[in-house]
């Protein structure tokens, strides 16, 4: 499969400062990522697809002001949470598609806003 | 969109006995079906995976089967072991490769 890094794997952060996280694509070239949210004891939630070179593409109920995305290179893409607030704490995972449709994951980043 | 609904959310079994995760899609267009396993505090990880063209597929002790024709698919692990429990996770593609995930069921395998 795909390796695929994240960082930071975890953060602290006050209410009211923002959060970048980034996404790395180590063993291959990707046009598409695509990004989680992951609530305790509940499923993955697509938040958006991120494109290289182009705008992201949101999810229905996500604000794409909030949640900034940036896919400026093949092998890196970026998600800041703006603003963060405690409803915002969450485990935060990005997704590759290497090849036909199987998506590997990030080893995630949890991030708690205090 | 796609809606994928996964039965049961808990399963408990002893070692050595079989599990059973069903899930229900509603996209006609969905072509792949992967699942992934969960572990705390971890990436999902892909188990197995199957695509529309196939009614099985058999990975040692894991297997899944697809029925297009009503809409489901099915996770079967055969003597289990305690190292499988986890959070196992369904999902389907729609068109694309979009996943939209199940809901996902914790199977705790007694020793």
């Known amino acids: 499969g795909a390796v695929v890094s994240q960082h930071p794997s975890w953060v602290i952060c006050k209410s009211g400062t923002s959060v970048k996280i980034e996404c790395r694509s180590l063993d291959f070239q990707a046009t598409t990522m695509f990004w989680y949210r992951q609530f305790p004891k509940q499923s993955l939630m697509l938040m958006a697809t991120?494109?290289?070179?182009?705008?992201?593409?949101?999810e229905q109920g996500v604000e794409k002001d909030k949640f900034l995305i940036n896919h400026a290179s093949l092998t890196l893409s970026t998600l800041t949470v703006t603003s963060a607030h405690p409803e915002d704490s969450s485990f935060y995972i990005c997704g590759t598609v290497p090849s036909y449709n199987e998506q590997f994951f990030g080893p995630g980043t949890r991030l708690t806003v205090l | 969109g796609e809606n994928v609904e996964q039965h049961p959310s808990t399963l408990s079994v002893q070692e050595g006995d079989s599990a059973v995760i069903k899930c229900t899609y509603s996209d006609s267009a969905s072509n792949y079906f992967p699942w992934y396993k969960q572990e705390l505090g971890k990436r999902p990880q892909l188990i197995i995976d199957?695509?529309?063209?196939?009614g099985e597929k058999k990975d040692q002790r894991i297997a899944v089967t697809l029925n297009k024709t009503a809409k489901h698919f099915s996770l079967h692990i055969t003597e289990t072991q305690p190292e499988d429990s986890a959070v196992y996770f369904c999902?389907?593609?729609?068109?694309?490769?979009?996943?939209?995930f199940g809901t996902g069921t914790r199977l705790a395998v007694r020793p």
């Open positions: 199957i695509r529309s063209n196939v």
């Open positions: 999902a389907a593609n729609g068109s694309g490769d979009k996943l939209t």
């Open positions: 991120s494109n290289e070179g182009s705008k992201a593409t949101y």
